[in-house]
């Protein structure tokens, strides 16, 4: 019975215990490891909550406040302390780190492709003999080493064999060369020293790099424009380049920014996408190139840069950037142009009014006024006047203005070859004016808004005649040459080509002599075939529409038909007329004009082909 007491009170520790963070601290040594069991979080913090009820709590106005405060930096102290342990346990200090290196160079201010002498001094501050040392040297990508030596003993294959060094002794080595790097970016040399030290002869190193950078380079650019640029007109500038050190450059290469409203044309050396490319230039020498091109709509100034390279195959080190500023004024002439009427007709004339007014502050001299036009279908590029045609242009003072005109002529067709713009061609002609400017003598050209106009279709008609075909086949029949009484027949030949707009109604025909006659026979390669009108000797053919036939791959209309003659006794002696008045008439689609053209006539004369050649004359049977 005895036992139950026991029993309960074991029983009641094992409550307090689970309870012990709401009624207070077991006594029992079982209550106690019950409350350890369920709370081991409360137990940890006790000693914490025991040492602020001690020393903090009643003591300090904000009690807590303070409380926490210490804990911090005393976790912060110990954290630091378990940092510093770790690193000095796993990474203790490199034997390497007490040798010493010190470089400098000189001139203080290194230049890219000029010579410079780096000293590199080195020290054993080990505390220990180090034996076998072995030093080696390594340079910058492309520097140019014209010598290396060292106090020590002489380099072989930039390595030099220092033996041994006692603690504190100290050296150096010399290199002298040319650095060609970026202005502004890293020059690299290298030291490593190789040793044994201890009695185990450990094997050791010490690695250190040596970094310069270029502040400016020998290479001197100096770019040449005239003094005062005005807008819209075009430019020429002059770019020298100088070696201005003692060495022989490599291949150089200068990339151009061009400013806005600026259009490059053209330059006397090649411009590729790595810009200008130049020669080798020898140590004092100079060079030069010039570029144009085109000032557009620019207000005040313009900024050329030029970024110049030493070039080394694939690799280029920037050098200094030329930077030129130049002011610019709007041209002192204004100009204006119209064209009469809306279309442009092949094979006719337009007058070209130009309207010019001095706008500026100073006179001008010796103007030309005209405008310029890139269409094949203008038989010039330009077309001007001067003081010679209009008296008034050799000077014109500030307000000056007036009006003058001039004719151009078209052509009635170009060839394939001449254009890449095969349909619904637009004719673009700009005004320009060329004047001297008062004072300096500078040449300045004015040019005025562009202006396209809409070109009315040309038409080629072909008309020909065969007994043969291009390649020697008879097609014809007869007796040749042609003879009186016996009828010879040819085929006529029709092609239209050359057209740039669709082509309505089209309509062409020809008439036939009084002993000629239509056979019937005939080949066609759109729509129907040709009619004959016996009344007025006419034969003819019709269509509704052609497509453009100028662009390469279009499809050229044809139409052949074959004619019989029969010569009269007083066309002996003669090459007799086959068909004559030919002529195409039709709508131009795009503009609604009329368009039409004529054909040659064709005879019996066929000097070209192969079996009718040279025997065009009628003879007597």
Same mark, same amino acid.
């Given at each position: 019975?005895?036992?139950?007491?026991?029993?309960? %009170?074991?029983?009641?520790?094992?409550?307090?215990?689970?309870?012990?963070?709401?009624?207070?601290?077991?006594?029992?040594?079982?209550?106690?490891?019950?409350?350890?069991?369920?709370?081991?979080?409360?137990?940890?913090?006790?000693?914490?909550?025991?040492?602020?009820?001690?020393?903090?709590?009643?003591?300090?106005? @904000?009690?807590?406040?303070?409380?926490?405060?210490?804990?911090?930096?005393?976790?912060?102290?110990?954290?630091?302390?378990?940092?510093?342990?770790?690193?000095?346990?796993?990474?203790?200090?490199? @034997?390497?780190?007490?040798? +010493?290196?010190?470089?400098?160079?000189?001139?203080?201010?290194?230049?890219?492709?000029?010579?410079?002498?780096?000293?590199?001094?080195?020290?054993?501050?080990?505390?220990?003999?180090?034996?076998?040392?072995?030093?080696?040297?390594?340079?910058?990508?492309?520097?140019?080493?014209?010598?290396?030596?060292?106090?020590?003993?002489?380099?072989?294959?930039?390595?030099?064999?220092?033996?041994?060094?006692?603690?504190?002794?100290?050296?150096?080595?010399?290199?002298?060369?040319?650095?060609?790097?970026?202005?502004?970016?890293?020059?690299?040399?290298?030291?490593?020293?190789?040793?044994?030290?201890?009695?185990?002869?450990?094997?050791?190193?010490?690695?250190?790099?040596?970094?310069?950078?270029?502040?400016?380079?020998?290479?001197?650019?100096?770019?040449?424009?005239?003094?005062?640029?005005?807008?819209?007109?075009?430019?020429?500038?002059?770019?020298?380049?100088?070696?201005?050190? *003692?060495?022989?450059?490599?291949?150089?290469?200068?990339?151009?920014?061009?400013?806005?409203? @600026?259009?490059?044309?053209?330059?006397?050396?090649?411009?590729?996408?790595?810009?200008?490319?130049?020669?080798?230039?020898?140590?004092?020498?100079?060079?030069?190139?010039?570029?144009?091109?085109?000032?557009?709509?620019?207000?005040?100034?313009?900024?050329?840069?030029?970024?110049?390279?030493?070039?080394?195959?694939?690799?280029?080190?920037?050098?200094?950037?030329?930077?030129?500023?130049?002011?610019?004024?709007?041209?002192?002439?204004?100009?204006?142009?119209?064209?009469?009427?809306?279309?442009?007709?092949?094979?006719?004339?337009?007058?070209?009014?130009?309207?010019? *007014?001095?706008?500026?502050?100073?006179?001008?001299?010796?103007?030309?006024?005209?405008?310029?036009?890139?269409?094949?279908?203008?038989?010039?590029?330009?077309?001007?006047?001067?003081?010679?045609?209009?008296?008034?242009?050799?000077?014109?003072?500030?307000?000056?203005?007036?009006?003058?005109?001039?004719?151009?002529?078209?052509?009635?067709?170009?060839?394939?070859?001449?254009?890449?713009? +095969?349909?619904?061609?637009?004719?673009?002609?700009?005004?320009?004016?060329?004047?001297?400017?008062?004072?300096?003598?500078?040449?300045?050209? %004015?040019?005025?808004?562009?202006?396209?106009?809409?070109?009315?279709?040309?038409?080629?008609?072909?008309?020909?005649?065969? +007994?043969?075909?291009?390649?020697?086949?008879?097609?014809?029949?007869?007796?040749?040459?042609?003879?009186?009484?016996?009828?010879?027949? +040819?085929?006529?030949?029709?092609?239209?080509?050359?057209?740039?707009?669709?082509?309505?109604?089209?309509?062409?025909?020809?008439?036939?002599?009084?002993?000629?006659?239509?056979?019937?026979?005939?080949?066609?390669?759109?729509?129907?075939?040709?009619?004959?009108?016996?009344?007025?000797?006419?034969?003819?053919?019709?269509?509704?529409?052609?497509?453009?036939?100028?662009?390469?791959?279009?499809?050229?209309?044809?139409?052949?038909?074959?004619?019989?003659?029969?010569?009269?006794?007083?066309?002996?002696?003669?090459?007799?007329?086959?068909?004559?008045?030919?002529?195409?008439?039709?709508?131009?689609?795009?503009?609604?004009?009329?368009?039409?053209?004529?054909?040659?006539?064709?005879?019996?004369?066929?000097?070209?082909?192969?079996?009718?050649?040279?025997?065009?004359?009628?003879?007597?049977?």
């Amino acid at each position: 019975m005895e036992s139950v007491p026991f029993i309960m %009170s074991f029983s009641d520790d094992i409550k307090k215990g689970i309870a012990c963070d709401s009624v207070g601290h077991p006594g029992s040594v079982v209550g106690r490891a019950a409350c350890l069991v369920a709370h081991p979080g409360k137990m940890a913090l006790f000693p914490f909550f025991h040492w602020f009820e001690k020393k903090y709590l009643g003591k300090y106005k @904000f009690a807590r406040i303070v409380f926490l405060f210490d804990l911090f930096l005393v976790g912060l102290a110990l954290g630091l302390g378990v940092v510093a342990l770790f690193f000095f346990l796993l990474n203790p200090s490199d @034997f390497g780190d007490k040798i +010493y290196f010190d470089a400098t160079v000189a001139p203080r201010e290194v230049v890219s492709g000029e010579s410079a002498t780096v000293v590199v001094r080195w020290t054993n501050g080990t505390g220990e003999e180090l034996r076998n040392v072995r030093l080696s040297v390594g340079f910058p990508r492309h520097f140019e080493l014209h010598d290396l030596s060292s106090g020590s003993g002489e380099f072989s294959e930039n390595i030099i064999d220092l033996g041994t060094l006692a603690p504190n002794d100290s050296g150096s080595y010399r290199v002298s060369g040319v650095m060609f790097g970026d202005v502004g970016g890293r020059q690299t040399f290298r030291s490593n020293m190789t040793f044994t030290y201890g009695e185990n002869d450990t094997t050791d190193q010490k690695l250190d790099f040596h970094t310069f950078s270029p502040v400016r380079s020998t290479l001197a650019l100096e770019l040449t424009l005239p003094d005062r640029l005005v807008a819209f007109q075009p430019l020429t500038g002059t770019i020298t380049y100088k070696n201005t050190g *003692e060495i022989d450059f490599p291949e150089i290469s200068i990339e151009p920014e061009w400013p806005e409203g @600026f259009s490059y044309q053209s330059s006397t050396v090649p411009l590729t996408e790595n810009g200008f490319l130049l020669p080798a230039l020898r140590a004092g020498g100079e060079g030069s190139f010039t570029f144009s091109g085109q000032l557009g709509e620019v207000f005040d100034s313009v900024d050329f840069l030029f970024h110049p390279s030493f070039t080394f195959g694939d690799t280029r080190y920037k050098q200094e950037t030329l930077t030129h500023a130049s002011p610019v004024v709007p041209p002192p002439v204004a100009i204006h142009h119209s064209l009469e009427g809306e279309t442009l007709r092949p094979g006719g004339t337009v007058a070209v009014s130009i309207h010019y *007014e001095n706008t500026s502050e100073e006179p001008v001299q010796d103007v030309v006024l005209g405008f310029v036009s890139d269409s094949p279908f203008f038989r010039n590029e330009e077309y001007v006047v001067d003081k010679n045609d209009y008296p008034e242009l050799a000077l014109l003072k500030p307000g000056d203005a007036g009006d003058i005109v001039l004719e151009a002529a078209l052509r009635s067709s170009i060839f394939q070859s001449e254009t890449n713009e +095969y349909e619904q061609i637009q004719v673009r002609t700009r005004g320009v004016a060329r004047y001297l400017l008062d004072g300096n003598g500078q040449t300045v050209q %004015s040019r005025g808004p562009e202006i396209s106009s809409t070109l009315i279709t040309p038409i080629v008609l072909d008309s020909f005649g065969r +007994y043969a075909s291009p390649s020697g086949d008879q097609i014809g029949r007869g007796v040749l040459p042609p003879t009186v009484g016996l009828e010879t027949k +040819y085929w006529i030949f029709w092609n239209i080509r050359g057209t740039t707009n669709p082509i309505q109604n089209i309509h062409i025909e020809g008439t036939l002599p009084a002993n000629v006659q239509f056979t019937g026979k005939q080949s066609v390669s759109q729509n129907g075939g040709v009619s004959f009108d016996p009344n007025t000797r006419t034969i003819s053919w019709s269509g509704s529409r052609i497509e453009p036939t100028l662009a390469p791959g279009s499809k050229v209309l044809g139409i052949a038909f074959e004619v019989g003659i029969t010569p009269s006794e007083g066309q002996i002696g003669t090459a007799p007329i086959l068909i004559s008045n030919i002529r195409i008439t039709g709508t131009d689609a795009v503009t609604g004009a009329f368009v039409s053209a004529s054909g040659a006539s064709v005879s019996t004369n066929l000097p070209s082909d192969s079996l009718a050649g040279g025997k065009s004359t009628v003879v007597s049977f």
